[in-house]
């Protein structure tokens, strides 16, 4: 080669695997004859021949088809690699000549990362200058990050349409979340953080469903104490109120200035009455009477 070695460079017409002479191994055996004589002979060999009667036979049978198979098959393993010897040699050293090239291609490609990376940080860079100029603090740009923004074959001009497009849908559905009317706050929170307005939606419904379950148990409680408090007022405003004390005649009044005392009378009374209800409007009733030092004893079958 006319080339020095400081100045050869390799391509790929150097690398041609030139073939000065090839031969291809002629093997002349009696393989075919063997098989056929072996498809003639095993009738012989069937299963129904053999039974309890002649298992000698039998045993004797198998170990000299096994034997006979091994010796065959031993022997095309010794052709094999007589045969195969001069291309096991060629396909050896056309290996570590590939391996010797790889590790050329390995340093350089290490040079060839080391410089792409520099090229997506300085575009990364870039991007974060675009997205910091849109003055969108909703949320931050590693949100909606593509890292397909980075190779080499996305235009600049069609990154910053992109997040454009990102910033707008952000902005439509944080309007389309305040049109639910309520849990808005946790609703926006819960989008943000997740950009997935379709879970949003779903745990804003969840809300409500809970919300309305809520509402619904306590009316259905509220409906069993009504009865009971309805109960005790009625009871304080009917004059026969077992629990009234009993009406005096007015008297008459002194034209003199006298002090009167305005303060109700202390004398405990006792009062006997049946009460009927559900047993949460008794314990309410029973409630109602603790809470303001009524005192009241259970009497059954007409014993206190």
Known sequence: MENSLETFVIEEKDLELVISEQKLGALTTNAKEIKSLVEKILPNYDIANYNESNIDVAKKDKATLNKASKVLNDKRIELEKEFME??????????????????????????????????KESKKIEIGKFWDAQDFNLVSIYKIFDEKWLNKTAKMK????????????????????????????????????TLNLNSTIQYANTLKQNRETAQKEAEARAKEVAPVEAVAKME???????????????????????????????????????VIGTYAQLVALGNFMNDNGITFEKIENGTV
């Open 86 to 119: 001069p291309f096991s040699e060629f396909k050896e050293i056309i290996n570590d000549t590939c391996k010797l090239i790889k590790t050329a291609t390995d340093k350089i490609d290490s040079v060839v990362k080391e410089s792409e990376a520099k090229e």
């Open 158 to 193: 069609d990154v910053q349409k992109e997040i454009l497009e990102k910033i707008s849908k952000i902005k439509d559905y944080i309007i389309t979340i305040e049109a639910i009317g309520s849990d808005i706050d946790l609703l926006k929170s819960l989008y943000l953080d």
């Open 236 to 274: 304080v405003v009917v004059d026969d109120n077992p629990f009234e004390e009993a009406k005096t005649e007015p008297q008459a009044v002194s034209t003199e200035a006298t002090v009167v005392s305005t303060e109700p009378k202390k004398e405990l009374l006792t009062r006997t009455m049946k």
